[in-house]
């Protein structure tokens, strides 16, 4: 597993995903990246998993890839992953069955629902991960981070 | 404002056995009796000091009976079971000279006893010059504290004792209280300008005799502005410290009480009900808080005020004096009357939440029992009835309190009516000024519009003690399982362990009855028998979660109570039936019993355990939330997690209680392989219903009614035919079926 014997290859597939040929030279593929701690530490400890949910190996720091690697790597990564950040949240009101968000993301403004407090989860000391109905996440790196007016909305329902 | 307890015979015995006591000589345990030799009840009190074993008893109108026995004369004290009663026989020359009887119930305490007597026997053998003289013992101080001390305690005023939480800020409680003299004397001034206003502006004005004083008015204004700012500055000052004071007070008493939860043995929390503990900490400190940011402030306000308005009306007219305060005996008297009667009220209410609590704490985790047996209607009304108490003995509180207000605001308007009567006459007579009598009644009215509060101030009062109380009565409860019983820290142990004899009492029922095994560093034991034989509890001692009756538990040579806890709990690795999972993420829980673990030891005990290909699946990984509220995860998956965590933390000795007994036997097989990992190279006891499970077992121990039958491995004891072969055979025509 250490990083200092990296004898494998990764090549990009049609469809996104991987394909993983190891130090014998055997192709693997349709294989994909999965990050084991995609909150609390996101470039480290990436597993690359074949199509038939095997781990095939595990990355233990992105950075310690050659560059090249890592490109197909972090793409890779970036075509199967979808957790927005949470930059400011505009709006909260009470909807039927929980709370209607209104929130501005990185990756544009979006709005939610959220079901209750069990929704929205801590990880760390500041870092939120926000789940809404549709089980997509959210992510709030850092709680003191956002603007005055934001946090004052979160406050009133976490 | 305490009752006074009403006298318990064996206080009064614990007393005189007190005044009996020779120079130097110290009590080091008592045991309180509940029957005659005849079997009728009647109490009696043994002691044990350092030099004695005394026993007193009153005979019904008699005086008390006393007898005592030096300590190294006596051979021995010896507890016997008959039945719902025991017997303690005390020998001394090799005859029975005295014996005892009790109740079975207090079987446990007569324990405790034996083993204090037993102690102290032992260290005067050891040390025969000890005995009558004043010499003091290192080894046992803390213990020695007389029994009675900390039920002496529970009866002193909890609000007392409240004071002793709040000793740490006796900085801001001093700037608490100089604000509030400082805000009350503020706003007694208002009155004492307005009566010169009147006399010196009003009257004059009105008269029409003297055009200036008009400028006086624009003075009296300001002066009078200015006192309302001032005293509004000061007030404000005056809540925020309070308040400050009573949050960090009640943020304290949860703390110690939690911690101190913590300390308790299992035995206490199998006692408890989980919904009663948390209404303790949770909503009883809560109460305490408000009580004092709110109650106890204003009615020290309240009680400042009237001593100052008393003494300004006074020292202005004291006859008017008498008649505007004439009603507070008459109030004060009432206000005694309801206390009483609140009291009981208000414990009843307390105890009443409670029992709703233990309601809800019981049937929403236990709802799928519930649902599956079709008892919902049942438990609705198992809460309408928990409902109905607490709205029954609060409408008791009400019924007195609201009788208790207008009566109060009556008084209050009739001391006001008495103080115009007497004013009116004062100034016709022109003893005083009508500036006077304004002053008079804007001081009285003042006064009375806070005497309502002010006996609200013994309701919430009371209700505060019986928080206070209940929360105490946690923080009372002396730790049975001393944590730090032995200082002996062993670091990392080999592994051995030995059951010397031991044997173990579970209230009045013996459940081990002298058990003797030595189990070898690295080998692997399978425990087995019947439900009730007493597996799970001889692995309870082993942890140290109780402590052995009689006999001893070794660790590589040292008994177990020698042994610092928390370092031999290191060693030691549980997976249980029931795997608990902590609200938090995966990775926490694995990291559970060592929470510095790097994020590599975090993944290579899940690979070991098998969990590692079932957590790459999940959406967050290892960051996924488990627990009350997290997510949803088998029971197989759940156990692997739960070997992760005892994986991670490397013990030397293992305890598997039913790992597998959950689950079905797919699942078996997979965890089966992640025990394997588990086991490899570490002593271990595995119990099992499932006999397959136990086939790496170096030997299986046998165990019914709580003593070892049978020992071997599998086909010795198949050959011997015995409790082992039945208990197989029996397996097998179930799985069969």
């Not at chain 2, 079905?664 to 490899?680: F, K, M, V």
């Amino acid at each position: 597993m250490s990083t200092a014997m990296i004898n494998f290859t990764l090549e990009p597939d049609a469809s996104g995903g991987l394909v993983f040929i190891n130090s014998a030279g055997v192709r693997h593929e349709k294989a994909r990246p999965v990050r084991l701690f995609p909150f609390t530490d996101s470039n480290a400890w990436i597993s690359i998993v074949s199509a038939e949910g095997k781990e095939l190996f595990t990355v233990e720091q992105l950075a310690s890839l050659p560059d090249a690697q890592q490109k197909v790597l972090r793409e890779a990564l970036a075509g199967r992953e979808f957790v927005p950040v949470i930059r400011s949240i505009d709006n909260v009101s009470r909807a039927a069955n929980g709370y209607n968000w209104s929130v501005t993301t990185d990756r544009g403004p979006t709005v939610f629902l959220i079901e209750g407090d069990e929704s929205i989860q801590q990880l760390g000391d500041f870092r939120l991960v926000v789940v809404d109905d549709r089980n997509t996440r959210y992510l709030i790196p850092n709680v003191n981070a956002l603007d005055k007016k934001s946090r004052q909305r979160l406050e009133r329902y976490y | 404002m305490i009752p006074t307890p009403p006298i318990d015979p064996s206080e009064a015995l614990y007393q005189y056995a007190e005044s009996r006591l020779g120079e130097g000589e110290r009590i080091m345990a008592h045991f309180e009796t509940d029957l005659d030799a005849s079997l009728h009840f009647h109490s009696g009190l043994i002691v044990l000091t350092d030099q004695r074993l005394m026993h007193a008893e009153q005979p019904r109108d008699e005086n008390i009976r006393f007898k005592s026995w030096k300590l190294p004369l006596i051979d021995d004290l010896v507890l016997e079971e008959l039945g719902a009663t025991a017997v303690l026989h005390l020998i001394q020359g090799g005859t029975l000279v005295y014996e005892w009887r009790t109740t079975s119930g207090s079987v446990r305490e007569a324990d405790a006893f034996l083993a204090r007597f037993k102690e102290r026997q032992q260290a005067l053998r050891l040390d025969p010059a000890a005995v009558s003289t004043t010499g003091e013992e290192a080894d046992d101080d803390e213990d020695d504290e007389d029994p009675f001390a900390t039920k002496g305690g529970v009866r002193s005023n909890p609000l007392l004792r409240l004071l002793f939480f709040a000793k740490p800020w006796y900085k801001l409680m001093a700037l608490g209280f100089i604000l509030t003299v400082s805000a009350t004397a503020a706003a007694l001034m208002a009155p004492w300008i307005t009566m010169s206003l009147v006399d010196n502006v009003l009257i004059p004005l009105q008269s029409e005799q003297d055009r200036p004083h008009v400028k006086h008015i624009y003075r009296f204004a300001v002066n009078l502005g200015g006192v309302a700012f001032l005293t509004w500055l000061l007030n404000w000052g005056k809540t925020f410290t309070i308040a400050r004071l009573a949050e960090r007070v009640t943020s304290r008493m949860r703390r110690s009480t939690y911690e101190h939860l913590q300390k308790l043995s299992l035995t206490y929390f199998n006692r408890k009900r989980t919904g009663d503990l948390i209404s303790r900490i949770g909503t009883d400190t809560d109460h305490i808080s408000l009580f004092i940011s709110v109650n106890l402030i204003d009615f020290v306000c309240d009680v400042l005020m009237f001593i100052g308005i008393a003494g300004v009306l006074v020292s202005i007219n004291p006859i008017l004096a008498l008649a505007a305060l004439g009603p507070a005996p008459i109030i004060g008297w009432m206000v005694g009357r309801v206390r009483g009667h609140l009291r009981g009220g208000f414990a009843a209410a307390s105890r009443a939440w409670s029992q709703m609590n233990n309601v809800l704490s019981d049937t929403i985790p236990g709802v799928r029992v519930v649902k599956a047996f079709a008892q919902e209607q049942r438990e609705v009304e198992r809460f309408r009835t928990a409902d109905q108490h607490i709205f029954d003995t609060n409408d008791r509180v009400n019924r007195t309190w609201s009788f208790f207000t207008p009566m109060i605001e009556l008084l209050t308007d009739m001391g006001l009516i008495t103080v115009w009567a007497v004013g009116a006459w004062s100034v016709q007579r022109g003893y005083i000024t009508v500036g006077v009598l304004t002053g008079f009644v804007l001081y009285i009215s003042r006064l009375y519009g806070r005497v309502e509060s002010m006996s609200r101030f013994f309701a919430s009062a009371q209700r505060a003690a019986t928080a206070a109380h209940r929360v105490f009565e946690i923080l009372d409860v002396e730790p049975d399982m001393p944590s730090n019983d032995g200082s002996h820290k062993v670091g990392r142990l080999k592994g051995e362990i030995e059951f010397r004899d031991v044997k173990f009492r579970h209230g009045a029922r013996q459940v081990i009855k002298g058990v003797s095994l030595t189990i070898a560093p690295g080998e692997m034991i399978g425990l087995v028998g019947a439900s009730g034989a007493g597996k799970t509890t001889l692995v309870n001692l082993a942890c140290r979660f109780f402590d052995v009756s009689e006999g001893s538990i070794l660790m590589d040579g040292v008994d177990l109570r020698e042994l610092d806890v928390e370092d031999y709990r290191r060693n030691l690795g549980l997976v249980l039936q029931e795997p608990y999972l902590f609200y938090g993420t995966i990775a926490e829980n694995i990291a559970y019993g060592k929470p510095r673990a790097t994020k590599a030891e975090i993944l290579a005990a899940a690979k070991a355990a098998h969990a590692h290909n079932f957590i790459l699946k999940l959406a967050d990984g290892y960051d996924s939330m488990v627990g009350e509220r997290g997510q949803q995860l088998s029971g197989g998956e759940r156990q692997r997690i739960s070997i992760a965590r005892a994986l991670l933390i490397d013990p030397a000795i293992l305890i598997l209680d039913e790992a597998t007994s959950s689950v079905d036997t797919e699942t078996e097989r997979e965890i089966q392989a992640a025990l394997d990992a588990l086991t490899n190279g570490r002593t271990t006891i595995a119990i099992a219903h499932r006999l397959g499970t136990l086939r790496k077992a170096n030997r299986l121990v046998v165990m019914d009614d709580g003593k070892i039958s049978e020992i071997g491995t599998h086909e010795q004891l198949m050959k011997s035919s015995g409790t082992y072969a039945r208990l197989h055979a029996a397996m097998l025509e179930v799985t069969h079926v």
